[in-house]
């Protein structure tokens, strides 16, 4: 049995991009299994791939705010103990920042990683016995699953397998499966990175008045508030159904029921395409490039404006005007509710239910 670690603790997207390599190392050795240190708030997700064995809670993002207070704490003393119970085969940093590196000076094992001219902080290299080094120009998938074959020696097919699956396929508020739904992941950290919510509701009623069910997901009260906006909008609002407040896998067992997913540059989207969830993601400010959602039935919608790809967090130019409403950030003017909802209809082959 060959053991490893894993350490990639954050952020939501980057841990679901990792679940192929493990779903790799599996069918090309057989006899592996995998620990793996992960931020708290997304302990859920490598549980769910069989080949996780033990995941091992840390919690940097709490700790940096008071960081002499966890350098003395039971809880640090505990999360050191539990990186150092067991020695590993290998120990994969799959992350290449200095917080994740700094991390493997407590396990027991040889440490792997990316070279100074493949990690996203050079310096990480350093703490590796041997740093590897991967093709930049990869998607974020494809750079892990090169990682892990050079770190443990094998070969890949092309097909992409995340190892996991949507549970039953039954909506968790209903218990059963929607054929016509369609879940919005509105919600996302950049406030340029939102599509306006007068378009959500045009789409929400357009989908509606074709006898298509919406999902509105929430996890924060701006978004509780938004979703209650976007279901007063649309005239059958029976139709529109605001979900509770759920844990990533509930989110998980809610995407596997409905046929559809509508999405901004947001974490939960590369949850959808890792379960194939036909899904149309939305980019304004950021670039799709290395880091889109990716698997199959997956489009990508970008604006199609001058400052497309800006990666500004603030728009500086002024909100346009569409059809009476203001239209914040402006780039996302260019891509209206009809498009959106003529590529879902395209997507899912002509009709969505």
């Not at 992350?95 to 407590?106: E, H």
């Not at 045009?202 to 008045?209: D, F, G, I, P, S």
């Not at 149309?280 to 490039?289: M, V």
Request: proline fraction near 5%; charge should be positive.
């Amino acid at each position: 049995m060959i053991r490893c670690l894993i350490i990639k603790t954050s952020s939501l997207g980057d841990i679901i991009h990792t679940l192929p390599a493990i779903t790799d190392a599996v069918n090309a050795l057989g006899d592996i299994e995998f620990d793996w240190v992960v931020e708290e708030t997304f302990a859920e997700i490598p549980a769910w791939h069989p080949a996780v064995k033990t995941v091992i809670p840390v919690a940097i993002r709490r700790w940096r705010r008071q960081p002499l207070k966890t350098l003395f704490s039971k809880e640090w003393k505990q999360f050191k103990q539990n990186i150092a119970a067991s020695r590993y085969d290998c120990i994969i940093d799959a992350q290449g920042l200095l917080k994740s590196a700094w991390l493997t000076r407590y396990t027991h094992g040889l440490v792997y990683g990316l070279d100074k001219n493949s990690a996203r902080e050079p310096l990480a290299s350093r703490f590796y016995d041997q740093p590897f080094k991967v093709n930049k120009d990869l998607h974020a998938v494809e750079r892990l699953r090169q990682l892990f074959a050079g770190v443990l020696g094998y070969t890949y097919t092309a097909e992409v397998d995340y190892g996991i699956s949507g549970s039953d396929k039954k909506s968790a508020v209903t218990g059963k499966a929607i054929a016509s739904g369609v879940l919005f992941f509105h919600g996302t950290t950049w406030t340029t990175k939102h599509w306006p919510e007068s378009y959500w509701q045009e789409l929400a009623q357009q989908l509606v008045a074709h006898g298509y069910t919406v999902f509105l997901p929430w996890g924060s009260e701006p978004e509780r508030l938004r979703v209650q906006t976007i279901k007063k909008a649309v005239e059958a609002s029976e139709q529109v159904i605001i979900l509770p407040k759920m844990s990533l896998t509930e989110i998980k067992c809610q995407l596997s029921a409905v046929r559809a997913v509508v999405s901004v540059d947001t974490g939960l989207a590369h949850l959808a395409a890792a379960l194939d969830k036909p899904q149309i993601s939305l980019f304004g400010p950021t670039n799709p490039g290395l880091t889109r959602p990716y698997g199959n039935n997956q489009v990508i919608l970008q604006v199609d404006y001058p400052c497309k790809a800006c990666m500004q967090k603030k728009c500086n130019k002024p909100a346009v005007q569409d059809d009476k409403k203001l239209i914040y950030p402006a780039c996302f003017s260019s891509l209206k509710p009809q498009q959106v909802y003529q590529q879902l209809v395209t997507l899912t082959g002509g009709q969505l239910s």
